[in-house]
């Protein structure tokens, strides 16, 4: 079970590992599963739930997501680390799986998914956001894989931070599901839900 504190030496000691290792963290695509079975086992040395992306060589930078998982009980690790990292001029550290500034096309094993397949519709659950998803395709007897699919496009466009802390409700529903709320195409999620927060916050 986490704590709701990360021992101080656990952060010194993995970046202190990091920058010995920058030169092959940077260039990982030289041995990729060796350097990223290294990089998630220092991460769990910290604090178990602990996982990572790493961003594309943009002139000579490179994004370095810490991320919980999408477990919230985890965030406290992100903040500790991150806010622990030494100043490496070579990486831009990021907490928490960001936004992403499109929703592409998701494959998942033989299947290519399109975002424009989905729609979705919000409502107030409490002091959160209900979420329903309605995909084309989408039945109780997939319902797993579909579920898979709604997380992952979620967690793109909204960033795991605010999946965790704003989002309340998700439910998923054949895409011929008749509802009350007002229905918009899935790339659409991001500003409106913004918009929804927004006006949450304010009363109205």
Do not use: C
Not at 3 to 16: C, D, I, K, L, Q
Not at 19 to 48: M, P, T
Not at 126 to 149: C, H, M, P, T
């Amino acid at each position: 079970m986490s704590s709701n504190t990360v021992p101080g030496e656990r952060v010194e000691a993995f970046w202190s590992w990091f920058s010995a290792s920058e030169d092959r963290l940077y260039d990982f695509e030289n041995d990729q599963e060796r350097v990223f079975n290294e990089l998630i086992e220092k991460l769990k040395g910290v604090e178990q739930n602990l996982t990572f992306e790493f961003g594309p060589d943009i002139d000579g930078v490179r994004e370095y997501v810490i991320s919980a998982g999408g477990i919230r009980d985890s965030f406290h690790a992100v903040e500790a680390l991150a806010d622990g990292a030494p100043s490496l001029p070579r990486w831009k550290i990021t907490k928490y799986r960001p936004r992403r500034p499109e929703l592409g096309q998701l494959q998942i094993g033989d299947q290519m998914i399109d975002p424009n397949d989905i729609d979705f519709a919000l409502e107030k659950d409490g002091k959160r956001v209900g979420i329903s998803l309605f995909i084309d395709g989408y039945s109780e007897a997939n319902s797993q894989l579909w579920g898979q699919v709604g997380f992952l496009f979620l967690d793109v466009a909204l960033g795991e931070y605010d999946v965790e802390t704003k989002v309340g409700h998700i439910e998923f529903k054949p895409y011929a599901f008749k509802t009350r709320l007002d229905r918009r195409p899935l790339p659409e999620l991001p500003g409106r839900f913004d918009m929804f927060v927004a006006d949450m916050n304010d009363g109205s």
